[in-house]
């Protein structure tokens, strides 16, 4: 059974930094491509960032020199390190399973999620 959890949300001042982690369970991180996404009051739910999808790994431009997204098959666990943290980077981030190579880092491609962590960047 397929089984996600996420942990390491929490309040950061703009700048700070922080890092997620995405424990999984039920299957082997090599089977399937591993994405975060987040969702706030004012978007919908879009990718942040994901690895093992055909690209190899996918961030989105928003995010881009800021996040880095790396997987521990040992442990069985994907991180998403989040450093320079924006106010628009708030929101509530979920972890996801999409199919091995899949072109887009994108939620019609996800086959499971987790139950989500919050961030919220703010003064």
């Known amino acids: 059974q397929v089984r996600l959890v996420e942990s390491g949300g929490g309040l950061v001042q703009p700048g700070g930094s922080l890092r997620l982690s995405c424990a999984a369970s039920?299957?082997?991180?090599?089977?399937?491509?591993i994405g975060w996404f987040r969702q706030s009051p004012e978007k919908q739910r879009e990718g942040v960032s994901c690895?093992?999808?055909?690209?190899?790994?996918y961030y989105a431009d928003s995010v881009k020199g800021r996040f880095t997204i790396s997987g521990d098959n040992a442990k069985n666990t994907v991180y998403l390190q989040m450093n320079s943290l924006k106010p628009e980077d708030t929101g509530v981030y979920y972890c996801?399973?999409?199919?091995?190579?899949?072109?887009?880092?994108?939620?019609?491609?996800?086959?499971?999620w987790g139950q989500g962590t919050r961030v919220t960047a703010s003064s």
């Open positions: 996801a399973i999409l199919p091995r190579r899949y072109p887009y880092c994108s939620v019609g491609g996800v086959r499971s």
């Open positions: 039920g299957f082997s991180l090599d089977d399937y491509a």
């Open positions: 690895i093992g999808t055909r690209d190899g790994t």
